[in-house]
């Protein structure tokens, strides 16, 4: 078992928040999923609590209305999970943990992932671990067992690099990099402030896989085509042909039966106020829903009018994807 050596940590602990441009859902099952890491992060910091055993948790992050209290149960078990594959022990001397940071929590936006990646990095501080990078996102992928049952790894891959990546499960590997882009992405994020639980989400998914596993297989090939054509539309700047495939990949989760009538109304919104395209990100049934706007000023006003115009949504906030050199 690991020791503790600092009382407490010094240094800023992030995970950043994200936004699934395509492919929620069907990266469960092995397909590609283009995912967009956001300037906004969670941060977390540790007190060692001396003769005081067990884990305790100040969460002072931003969260819309319920998120915090609804997940907490969720959270309590993702943390145990991250302390266990970490081999920490708390049965002497417990751990406080204090969160915070820019990112607001809301369902869909990652918070769950940039939780335990932040986490994991402070706790690697803590108790001396010198966790690589691949391993703070390994810890952040078990932590994410206790919020998602069965995570792909997107959301931890993104909330450990932050940038644009690609990302799928192969064989039970992550396999991921960085998409090389020209031209900056602006994207709207509206929130239904409804949460939804990953967990129940995805397990319903498998479940309908397996009473119509044509029907999926069907809709994986939709997809697969979908996302392959989304990444060259990326790459090679053309951000017309990017907002229809987001129409499209919209209409697979419809189909998916991921979407719901908060999401719908936000998406056609968004589309009729001069969006690009616009689809729901993220678990479904309440959550997100991500617009691409073709500049900072488009974005502006699906933002204005969507605040003043569209009740659906409770929260807007606006969000820009720049291109990065490096290699995840
Ligand atoms: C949740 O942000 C994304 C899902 O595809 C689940 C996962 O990939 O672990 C719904």
Known sequence: MRRAVVERTEQE???????????????????????????????????????????????????????????????????????????????????????????????GIGASASDVVSLSRALSEMYGLGLSEQ????????????????PSGVDNTAATFGGLISYRRDDGKAVFSRVSFLRPLFLVVCSTGITASTTKVVGEVRKLKEEKPAWFTALLEHYSACVGEAKAAIENGNMVRLGELMNRNHTLCQELTVSCAELDTIVNFCRENGALGAKMSGTGRGGLVVALAADAAQSDRIADAVRQRCPAAKFVWKYSVFPKESAV
């Open 135 to 150: 391993e703070v996102n390994h810890s952040a992928f078990v932590g994410e067992g206790g919020y998602h049952g069965t």
């Open 13 to 107: 602990h992030i995970g950043f928040g994200k936004v699934i441009l395509f492919g929620e859902h069907f990266v469960v099952y092995g397909a590609e999923a283009l995912v967009a890491g956001i300037q906004e992060y969670t941060s977390c910091r540790l007190e060692l609590t001396r003769g005081r055993p067990g884990v305790s948790v100040v969460d002072e992050r931003p969260a819309v209305p319920g998120y915090i209290v609804e997940k907490a149960e969720e959270q309590r078990l993702a943390h145990s999970l991250v302390f266990r594959h970490l081999n920490i022990d708390t049965t002497v001397d417990g751990v406080c943990i204090h969160l915070g940071g820019s990112l607001v929590p809301s369902s």
